[in-house]
DNA sequence: ATGCATCCAAGTTA
DNA sequence: GTAACTTGGATGCA
């Protein structure tokens, strides 16, 4: 790992400001422009395209391909309608020590967090003022990985505090649902809120998104590459 | 021909 | 007791 992850430094607003953050045109102000909220019934979601720019994302991909493990045997498959499948993904928990994470039923307990996670996390917790313990790491292979339709909703989590998803590699399609509009003939229309998550981004989903939207990465045929994102979370400790 | 959206399949768990 | 959770396959459409 080289240094530049934990080098960059640039003022950034403080979660107390960024429910005033909205977007975009005002070039003068670089702090607000960094920024772009996104907005609808109950979703509030703060996007940062440029998180880290070209060098720092490619290099954080890069020591991240060393360093992250991914589960392997049981903890790889999930059961679903009574059969068995491989996850659509690769997947990791890393965390402080002694924490664990709820996952289809099972408990892993968080590894203890390596370089360049906890250098992003601590440019996280400096840009946002928000702190994190917990960090779910997804790998998508290809456009034939993915994640289904879900919340982030585990009652571990503190809901105030926005789970930071940081993207890397190849850009996907993030898309987020209303509960009450998941299938074509619900009572009420809302249209699905679809964004792209670019390399270098970061994402936060601010309360109460994860109460009433849910969202998903689609398959994508055409995309060859691989997508590393990084969901860091507070985790209430027992 | 292919990608994509939609709907559906049950058994375990909170 | 009951509702939520998971993914892949079938279908229809562009």
Known sequence: MNSSIADFVECRPHKRNLEEISDTSDSSKKLKSSWRSIKNENLDLSYMSSFLNRTEARDAFICLENEVEYFTGDLAKVRVFGKWHDL??????????GLTYKFSGCTVPAISWV????????????????????????????GNDSMGEHRDDEA?????????SVSLGEPRDFIFRHQDSRSKNSVRKIAPVKMVLENGSLLLMNWPTNVYWFHSLPVRKKILGVRINLTFRRIIPK
Do not use: H, M, W
């Open 156 to 164: 571990e989590l503190d809901p105030k505090t926005p789970i930071a």
């Open 115 to 142: 370089p360049t996670l906890l250098k992003l996390k601590t440019r996280i917790e400096d840009i946002t003022g928000y702190q994190y313990n917990f960090c779910l790491v997804n790998r998508y292979r290809s």
């Open 88 to 97: 659509p993904r690769q997947q990791a928990a890393y965390g402080d020590r």
